[in-house]
């Protein structure tokens, strides 16, 4: 996109002051000033940690009012806000940033507009278990049409962290453990957000994150190391955010942690060298919040005015609230330590974006008409509802789901009603009260049932759910996370259920009567015992505002599972991190003693990579394989044995056995979402190019081996046909 603009961001250039400059790479969000005594960052962890309750925490943030800065602002010190979402407060400070400022540059507002904006769509850990980049995209658009009537110009999303680890609570913004589904998910995001056209008045603009290797945090321990080699890096953690480049990303967000030693913040090989150099982006960056700063605590910075200095020279645009440029950069420049071309570099990409987002000529892109219309419009609620029956993945059925109609049911858990706790993380626009759920579902699908939330006061109330549970034939039991066990700052050493939660269900499973556990959660869970004794499992992760309705369709057969995992169930917490694309060792894990495994686990998972059933059954056959050119055609025949339609995600994965690196014992090199009529087979084909068998080897050089390969055909990780081929 470069070029267009360039005439008039230099002439903006010449025309500016050095604090002009520095107030254009100035990100802030709104401050609270009001009655007590704190920073609202202060006040925010003094309710976490106890030392106030949420009802005195509810009635300080009731006497408090925010603060836009706007002195700031009209002296030309204010480029971007973030976290404001209503077109009346974004109108009112634009209009001072082109009406009162001395070049009237305008301003660019960005929101965490992650799954969903006011119609909020299951978490992005949900939705790619639906694998299908076109409603990836389509709740993309969904989210871009109502937040740009709010007034967001750009969202920090779509975040393309791989994550292998389930302590890691982040796990829930991203599209999982595999590479492959990182990067169409995130590439499916950006065309979504962005549309055709960014100019557009429904186009935001999209911002990368966590660049790079975020989920990798050593230990899943949020905010953690990352150290790691870089043929794995460029392996498995680099291509998601490059494909999102290719896609067209307009903005990128460095992440929090460091990469063998040097924080993403102030990583010039990262932001310049590839970003740049190799990949050609040529859009803005953007620190995530007060990260600039903190590469004092990192040890890599003596202040935070070095610290202001290294990320200008890495390649960092815009500082996100830390306030480290504004308070150092002029001076920087004006005593040498930084160039002003270095300045003006990140100036001139700050403003290209606010050029291709049309803002010098349309400031005000939105009203608060648009805004009242643009939310929880019918249309946006069923894609939310269809993104949520996609998401859910069907882990366990002995022929219990779908349920009759007729059927006496009982449903248990405190989840199964609470409309808020459906958002899941990161959801800042959501209004609880605008979600469906479990039992809103039930009751609008004419379903006839007896609810009992079973726990008060973190304790089993056994007499009232063995009353509950006497007058039913069918037990629903709801079981899971709340919204602020996963999400950022969410990570868990045990990711078991809560006691209590366990205890709940051992006890309706002694009644003798069949269990059907639904799962609210945003992370995998180590849940061997509920993968043993339920009649059924149905992984509903938070599903978003139509929570409910799209689960009573589920359950009641109007609507068929077909999700599948992005993501592996371990046994235990301890046998984190757990993915189905490892290296084996010199001794793989086997029934020896002498073998790379855990004396008190299974080797396998309770549910693997890709796996999810139906309410049909699909048979494969036929495989096959064809040498071309320059890539191998695999196909394999599909057949639907089941009574009813359904879709399958038919998968192919690839090893190298014998490389001069060791390999993944399996990778997913592409996958097809197929729908099939009872008794209907097809067959689906893959075109793998020999381009993409390749790895780096010892010395960084890109190498594709001749010799044996084996193409793996089937319907998740653990379960598929095989067959060689050699190149």
């Known amino acids: ?84 979402g209503d077109a009346a407060t974004v109108n009112r400070l634009q209009k001072i940033a082109v009406e009162e400022t001395r070049l009237g ?33 389509k709740t993309a658009r969904v989210a871009a049409k109502e937040a740009t009537a709010a007034g967001v110009h750009m969202t ?40 055709e ?30 150290d790691m080699s870089l043929q794995r890096l460029w392996e498995e953690y680099l291509p998601s955010y490059k494909a999102c480049v290719e896609a067209g990303a307009r903005a990128v967000m460095p992440a929090f942690n460091d990469i063998n030693g040097v924080p993403c913040s102030v990583n010039k090989w990262l932001l310049r060298d590839v970003l740049r150099g190799q990949w050609g982006f040529d859009g803005m960056t953007v620190s995530d919040a007060n990260a600039i700063a903190e590469c004092v605590n990192h040890g890599i910075a003596a202040d935070r005015a070095e610290a202001a200095q290294m990320a200008l020279e890495a390649g960092m645009d815009m500082d996100m609230t830390s306030e480290a440029y504004i308070e150092n950069v002029v001076q920087l420049v004006k005593k040498g330590a930084v160039k002003e071309e270095v300045l003006d570099q990140a100036v001139a990409d700050i403003l290209r974006v606010k050029f291709e987002l049309g803002l010098f000529d349309h400031p005000y892109k939105t009203s608060e008409e648009r805004e009242k219309d643009a939310m929880l419009r019918p249309e946006y609620r069923a894609v939310a509802r269809e993104a949520a029956v996609k998401s859910a993945v069907l882990l366990k059925n002995e022929k219990v789901l779908p349920l009759k109609k007729d059927a006496k049911i009982a449903v248990f858990g405190e989840l199964a009603a609470a409309r808020e706790e459906m958002t899941g993380a990161w959801a800042i626009g959501a209004d609880g009260n605008d979600c469906v759920s479990l039992t809103d579902g039930l009751d609008a699908a004419g379903v006839s049932y007896i609810y009992e939330a079973g726990i008060k006061d973190g304790a089993v109330d056994e007499a009232a759910v063995g009353k509950t549970a006497g007058e039913a034939e069918i037990l629903l039991c709801v079981l899971g996370e709340h919204k602020e066990q996963s999400g950022e700052a969410a990570s868990r050493a045990d990711i078991t259920l809560d006691p209590s939660q366990q205890a709940l269900f051992d006890l309706l499973v002694k009644t003798g009567k069949p269990v059907v556990v639904i799962l609210f959660n945003g992370r995998p869970l180590a849940i061997p015992q509920i993968a043993e004794k339920a009649a059924a499992v149905l992984e509903a992760w938070h599903p978003g505002v139509e929570a409910g309705n799209a689960l009573a369709d589920l359950l009641y057969g109007k609507e068929n599972p077909g999700g599948k995992l992005t993501v592996t169930f371990p046994f235990a917490s301890g046998q984190c991190p757990m993915y189905y694309a490892h290296i084996n060792t010199g001794r793989p894990g086997g029934k020896s003693k002498f073998t790379s495994k855990y004396l008190d686990t299974p080797l396998e998972p309770v549910y693997p990579f890709g796996y999810g059933l139906s309410y049909t059954q699909f048979a494969y056959s036929g495989e096959k394989i064809v040498r071309n050119e320059d890539s191998f055609t695999v196909s394999v025949k599909v057949k639907n044995v089941g009574e009813r ?31 099939l009529e009872a008794g209907q087979e097809r067959e689906v084909a893959f075109e793998v190019p020999f381009r993409s068998l390749g790895y780096y080897d010892w010395d960084m050089n890109y190498v594709v081996e001749e010799g044996e390969y084996v193409f793996y055909l089937g319907g998740s990780s653990a379960e598929c046909l095989s067959i060689p081929a050699v190149l």
């Open 197 to 226: 056209d960014l100019s557009a008045e429904d186009s935001m603009a999209a911002c990368v994150k966590h660049f790079a290797a975020y989920g990798a945090a050593e230990a899943g321990r949020d905010y953690n190391r990352v």
């Open 156 to 195: 920090f999303a779509p975040m393309v962290d791989v994550s292998k680890d389930a302590r890691w609570g982040r796990v829930s913004e991203g599209a999982g453990e595999d590479v492959l589904l990182n990067s169409l998910y995130g590439a499916a995001k950006v065309r979504g957000f962005q549309g």
């Open 105 to 137: 540059i305008p301003l660019l507002f960005g929101y965490d507009v992650i799954h969903g904006f006011r119609t909020v769509t299951p978490i992005p850990l949900a939705e790619s278990c639906a694998w299908e980049p076109e409603l990836w995209e």
């Open 1 to 84: 996109m470069s070029g267009k603009y360039e005439d008039k961001i230099q002439k903006l250039l010449s025309e500016m002051t050095l604090e002009e400059k520095a107030g254009q790479l100035r990100q802030c969000g709104p401050s609270l000033v009001g009655a007590f005594e704190v920073s609202f960052e202060e006040l925010l962890d003094m309710m976490f940690d106890g030392r106030i309750s949420q009802e005195e925490f509810n009635r300080l943030m009731g006497t408090a009012k925010q603060d836009f800065r706007e002195e700031d602002l009209k002296a030309g010190r204010m480029g971007s806000y973030n976290g404001i």
């Open 645 to 675: 339609a359904g879709d399958e995600v038919v998968q192919c994965y690839v090893r190298d056995p014998a490389a001069k690196r060791a390999r993944p014992v399996k990778l997913l090199k592409d996958f097809l979402k197929v729908h």
